[in-house]
């Protein structure tokens, strides 16, 4: 074949200089992209229909471009322009992006409505291109339709993380609550020293996960697994928002190696290489006589057969625990060290709390959390301030619908705008204030308030709602006491005056968590190395 003469690729010229017919062509392969792009948007929109039976028309909402639909609207900080749009177009509004329309939910009410009480029409998942088809191959149980396998993939996990089986691991998390205080403590060299409390936090995760899936754990934040764990978890956070990747909803673009396609395909390989490969590991030694511990894995294994799980499952499996339990918990816990440094005052109160009912000679523990409402509040409302998720993990309805006489189309994703309802004033007083206060006398956990019959009286959204809520609910929030909690009795905690923490910034797409930052984490007093067995008691 001769490349020289007939080849329609822009060749370099031989001394590097860039072909002069390639913008030309550049300018070609766009048209043409652009002209097959709005092809197929009205094919695929033609095909859809838009006005139910009894004329019923979808939610308004803003118009968006041609093609793009309002994508360009929501590239950075998608949350505000949704508040905004939702004090102008209502609760229930659409938006279009690219050939996929969106309705936007942004009362508890229509989210009962429509997710809890119509769950058989409003809880299966829109198989985004890169989250579900690239990364988890159709097989994550975060991601797939409601179908039998996203029931099985949620049985199983529900017997790792019901309240029976986190009952029986709580030491679990309760030991690596205090390896983070205790890390934390070292790293600091006993409060001289700030730290940034980013790898501590993802570390106490990690291990939980790690522990619960595969029955291991990491020794310190210097293990290679950790870099590795947080790494993947971090990437996918970062390639797999809900509405941040135009090749989800402009489905000619699903056919070119964008950068975003390479990048799924990557972290596939890395999920199955190291969440499968440690399943294979268990398998190994199992089939070797070892007694390994109890844990997902083993179960996962022992079951295969009965469940007809494939290997391929199994690690995707175990993959959606170790993202869905890594970067949310952790965030939560980076979260409130950013807030809480601006806070002596809430700090101090939390501190006369745990004086009085756990005292200096121990650490707090799930227990006492019903006697510790200051603390328990705090919790809620960093959770409140800071959902990690503001947009939720999206539901699609799986037929026509209408609600109250607007409709909605089978195949509609459906967003719950967390961020509205977590800053409704008529919900939350003042809500742009850090004020635990608001929660000082709501004594549920955030599992039973999900339950609530009235959803205005509901904690937040954080979890989600309806068949699709988090089912990782009870270990995420027990984890995120024990750590919280101890980070309160041991610390008080102060921001760098050289080195302000930006709370607007975040890292992420999908799961946000603060930019790095530093804290000093000054011991309350010197029986925190005690407590911790870090120094001798005196005699
Ligand atoms: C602060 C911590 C966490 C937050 C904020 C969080 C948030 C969420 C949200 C918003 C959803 C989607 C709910 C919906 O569709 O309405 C979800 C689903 C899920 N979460 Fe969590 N989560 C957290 C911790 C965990 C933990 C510790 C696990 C443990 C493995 C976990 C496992 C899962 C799984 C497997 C799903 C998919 C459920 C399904 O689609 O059926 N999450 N989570």
Known sequence: MNFESNSSYPLPSADGSSNPHQPLLTFAALGALTLAAVYWSFKLLGQRTLVDKDGNNIPAGPRGFPILGSFPLLTQYPEVTLDRWAKKFGDLYSLWLGNQLFVIVSSPEIVKDLIVTNGAVFSSRKEMFVKSKTVFVGRGITATPYNDRWRKHRRIASTWLNQRAVDIYTNVLDSEATVLIKAMYQESRAGTIPVNPQPHAGRASLNNMLSIVFGTRTGSIYHPLVGQALNISREFMNVTGPMSNLVDFVPILQHLPTSMRT??????QKLVETYGGMIKDIEHRMESGENVPDCLAKTMIESREEEKMDDLDMAILASAFMIGGVETTAAIMQWFSALIPAYPEIQRRAHEELDKVVGRDRMPTVEDEKNLPFC?????????CHNPFWLGTPHVASENFTYKGQFIPKGTVVVLNTYT?????????NPDKFDPERYLRDNLTSAESANLANPYERDHWMFGAGRRIC??????EREIWLTISRMLWAFTMEALPEEPIDLKEYDGLSGRSPVPFRVNV???DARVAQVLALEEAPA
Do not use: F, N, S, T
Not at 376 to 384: F, G, S
Not at 421 to 429: F, L, Q, S, V, W
């Open 522 to 524: 000054i011991p309350r």
């Open 263 to 268: 990048r799924g395909e990557k972290l596939h």
């Open 471 to 476: 089912p990782g609910m009870i270990v995420a």
């Open 376 to 384: 328990h509040a705090i919790v809620k409302e960093v959770e409140r």
């Open 421 to 429: 309802m977590h800053h409704d004033p008529k919900r939350h007083a």
